[in-house]
């Protein structure tokens, strides 16, 4: 499978842009549990304040009811009623909150039968109107509200641990969160980093390795070709030249891997021409070899028939010297036997004069 430069440099940015992915899920994540810790938190301050407004209202109580005493007021009885019934919302509040400070449900008994005496206590007040009665029922109220003080204490101290405990686990929360984010962070950063030269490096070595052999190509082999040709042309046929370039192995299936695809083919096919070309020189050094061996006989053979031809010439010329010298001689014979005979014949005649003369 082809994976091209930029679908590596996309799976490269990839990894940084998952990890940011990584991050925002975490803090999301995170934030919602933060969320979760702060109502929770919340929760707790609330319930810890409407606590504490409880104890307020039941001082508020305990300040109609002595103001009733000193006076007799009804005001100040109506102002005790109120404040009873803010106490009975706070605690109704607490009781439907309870989950927040489960141990937190018997005191809370406790101060709501504290509430209802008190509140029962009140309309006694108000239905008696003396102030000996009135200094009894206060005095009753005093003794549950030590009591009750003492159940609100204790669900005040339990909120409160409960508060703080909320606080810590919020702040380890945040830290943890904090810690998460600078890891993954970090990680992110240096698997990015990694990534990064990893791929770098592995380009520039290829390149490097391609660019270096691609040089030297054209440093030197096209130089020793060219000047091979040159010798070639100015008529030495010694020249050679031969390309010992060595594949480059590259197991990449990128444009890189192409490109030393590339190379490759091209130093095969140098190293080719080269064969070829040292082989026809050597070849065509042969046939002119050959012809210059054919010439030099020839040129042999040409010089040994002039020379036969000479001596023909010789021997043409002594037999025509011969042949007349020959001739010459028959013709001294044929004078010769012509000479004879006449002298034959004019001995011939004189024998017969001779013999006429007898």
Do not use: W
């Amino acid at each position: 499978m082809k994976l091209r430069i930029g679908t590596q440099l996309a799976a490269a940015f990839a990894i940084p842009i998952l990890a940011l992915a990584l991050i925002v899920a975490a803090v999301l994540l995170g934030f919602a549990h933060l969320a979760a810790l702060r109502d929770d938190l919340s929760a707790k301050s609330t319930f810890r304040a409407q606590s504490r407004d409880v104890g307020t209202q039941m001082l508020q109580v305990r300040f109609a009811q002595r103001g009733f005493a000193i006076s007799h007021a009804q005001s100040d009885l109506d102002e005790a009623a109120k404040a009873i019934g803010g106490a009975n919302d706070d605690i109704a509040y607490l009781r439907a909150h309870l989950a927040t400070v489960p141990s937190a449900a018997s005191d809370l008994d406790t101060i709501s039968a504290v509430i209802a005496r008190v509140g029962a206590r009140r309309q006694s007040t108000s239905a008696a109107g003396d102030k000996q009665t009135a200094l009894e029922i206060r005095a009753k109220n005093t003794a549950d509200f030590q009591t009750a003080q003492g159940a609100l204490d204790a669900i005040i101290a339990a909120s409160t641990r409960a508060y703080n405990g909320a606080v810590a686990t919020f702040d380890a929360q945040m830290h943890l969160l904090t810690i998460l984010m600078l890891a993954i962070g970090a990680v992110t950063i240096g698997a990015s980093v990694a990534v990064t030269l990893l791929l770098s490096r592995r380009m520039s070595t290829r390149l490097g390795r391609v660019s270096h052999a691609l040089e030297a190509i054209v440093r030197e082999d096209f130089e020793q070709l060219s000047g091979a040709l040159g010798r070639m042309a100015a008529g030495d046929l010694r020249a050679s030249f031969r390309s010992r370039r060595e594949a480059i192995p590259d197991h990449g299936h990128d444009e890189i891997g192409e490109l030393v695809g590339s190379y490759n083919v091209l130093a095969e096919g140098l190293a080719r021409v080269g064969n070829e070309l040292t082989a026809g020189l050597g070849q065509l050094r042969e046939l002119i070899g050959g012809v210059v061996t054919a010439s030099r006989a020839l040129a042999l053979a040409s010089d040994q028939t002039s020379a036969a031809a000479n001596q023909a010439s010789t021997a043409v010329e002594q037999i025509a010297q011969a042949v007349e010298s020959v001739a010459g001689g028959a013709r001294d014979q044929a004078m010769k036997i012509a000479q004879a005979s006449a002298a034959i014949e004019e001995l011939a005649r004189s024998a017969e004069m001779i013999a006429d003369g007898a």
